[in-house]
């Protein structure tokens, strides 16, 4: 059989952790999630990681393998995934990817730009004067400092727009003058799926899983971590808001919801971007409709 990585993409809550165990467990392989935040061992509950149970039924790897204090990005996930998928070739012909961070699962199987090393002090630079003045001040730095990547780039996702303003800074030359578009050609096969369903049905997923979180201690979790609130691993959904709310700029309650609303467009910003790729196979969250096609592709 030929080596073949399965990926599995698609919004958050939709399901994506319980079928790639299921599929780990029908074909005998390990995990590697493609989660910019899972990867976090002192983050938890706020970022969904699977349960102790779970990650003792199957071999996850990019899950609690890094500490907050340290800067990962696409081209560190691009390495780890490879050097990952190379082991579990040795024991196995198939590996599965789970994730819903589509710019780690580009690198992964398209590779990704060469951009220079930034100095951790212009990134702290950037970071803190965001969490200072926000956004309104980001978005106005980006357009007088990098015209071409305002008119071009993602000026809606402040990681992003935050990466772009460092790259320019450093090296005086827009993030897009790196950005080749070239793809790497993988040296095992590749099949994409995808997991959707109704808007309706996903916001209910997604504001139970809220309010599950809440009940399982988000909140005491973020409060343990906010003194480290201005690190970019904590730039996220969930935390967040909850620092806002200890500083007394939200109700608790007032939180949540927010909780809720920033998931929802989150969710709406990974689908645009997962739907933008047209070998991507889509199905509901029904995993026998997965086996099935699964087993016509590889057989």
């Given at each position: 059989?030929?080596?073949?990585?399965?990926?599995?993409?698609?919004?958050?809550?939709?399901?994506?952790?319980?079928?790639?165990?299921?599929?780990?467990?029908?074909?005998?392989?390990?995990?590697?999630?493609?989660?910019?935040?899972?990867?976090?061992?002192?983050?938890?509950?706020?970022?969904?990681?699977?349960?102790?149970?779970?990650?003792?039924?199957?071999?996850?790897?990019?899950?609690?393998?890094?500490?907050?204090?340290?800067?990962?990005?696409?081209?560190?996930?691009?390495?780890?995934?490879?050097?990952?998928?190379?082991?579990?070739?040795?024991?196995?012909?198939?590996?599965?990817?789970?994730?819903?961070?589509?710019?780690?699962?580009?690198?992964?199987?398209?590779?990704?730009?060469?951009?220079?090393?930034?100095?951790?002090?212009?990134?702290?630079?950037?970071?803190?004067?965001?969490?200072?003045?926000?956004?309104?001040?980001?978005?106005?730095?980006?357009?007088?400092?990098?015209?071409?990547?305002?008119?071009?780039?993602?000026?809606?996702?402040p990681q992003r727009m935050m990466r772009a303003l460092e790259v320019k800074l450093h090296t005086n030359q827009s993030i897009l003058a790196y950005q080749s578009g070239a793809k790497k050609q993988r040296e095992?096969?590749?099949?994409?799926?995808?997991?959707?369903?109704?808007?309706?049905?996903?916001?209910?997923?997604?504001?139970?899983?809220?309010?599950?979180?809440?009940?399982?201690?988000?909140?005491?979790?973020?409060?343990?971590?906010?003194?480290?609130?201005?690190?970019?691993?904590?730039?996220?959904?969930?935390?967040?808001?909850?620092?806002?709310?200890?500083?007394?700029?939200?109700?608790?309650?007032?939180?949540?919801?927010?909780?809720?609303?920033?998931?929802?467009?989150?969710?709406?910003?990974?689908?645009?971007?997962?739907?933008?790729?047209?070998?991507?196979?889509?199905?509901?969250?029904?995993?026998?409709?997965?086996?099935?096609?699964?087993?016509?592709?590889?057989?």
């Amino acid at each position: 059989m030929i080596k073949t990585c399965i990926l599995i993409s698609g919004p958050t809550a939709i399901g994506k952790t319980a079928l790639a165990i299921e599929l780990a467990q029908k074909f005998s392989t390990q995990i590697i999630s493609a989660d910019s935040r899972q990867c976090y061992k002192e983050l938890n509950i706020g970022v969904a990681k699977p349960t102790q149970h779970e990650l003792e039924l199957v071999t996850h790897h990019f899950i609690n393998s890094h500490s907050i204090h340290e800067k990962i990005n696409a081209a560190d996930f691009e390495k780890y995934a490879l050097d990952s998928i190379a082991k579990i070739f040795e024991v196995s012909n198939i590996a599965i990817m789970v994730g819903g961070t589509g710019l780690y699962m580009k690198a992964f199987t398209e590779g990704i730009d060469n951009i220079p090393a930034i100095p951790a002090d212009v990134r702290t630079e950037i970071s803190n004067r965001y969490s200072l003045h926000g956004f309104k001040w980001l978005e106005e730095k980006l357009i007088y400092t990098d015209k071409e990547y305002a008119n071009r780039g993602d000026m809606k996702n402040p990681q992003r727009m935050m990466r772009a303003l460092e790259v320019k800074l450093h090296t005086n030359q827009s993030i897009l003058a790196y950005q080749s578009g070239a793809k790497k050609q993988r040296e095992f096969n590749i099949i994409k799926i995808g997991l959707e369903s109704n808007r309706e049905a996903l916001y209910t997923r997604i504001n139970s899983r809220v309010d599950n979180m809440i009940s399982q201690g988000l909140i005491e979790e973020a409060f343990e971590l906010k003194q480290f609130e201005l690190l970019n691993a904590l730039q996220t959904v969930g935390y967040a808001e909850l620092f806002d709310y200890f500083k007394g700029n939200f109700s608790k309650e007032q939180a949540i919801d927010l909780i809720k609303q920033h998931t929802r467009q989150y969710a709406k910003r990974q689908m645009t971007w997962f739907k933008k790729d047209t070998s991507i196979q889509w199905f509901s969250n029904d995993s026998a409709e997965v086996f099935n096609f699964l087993s016509k592709k590889l057989d």
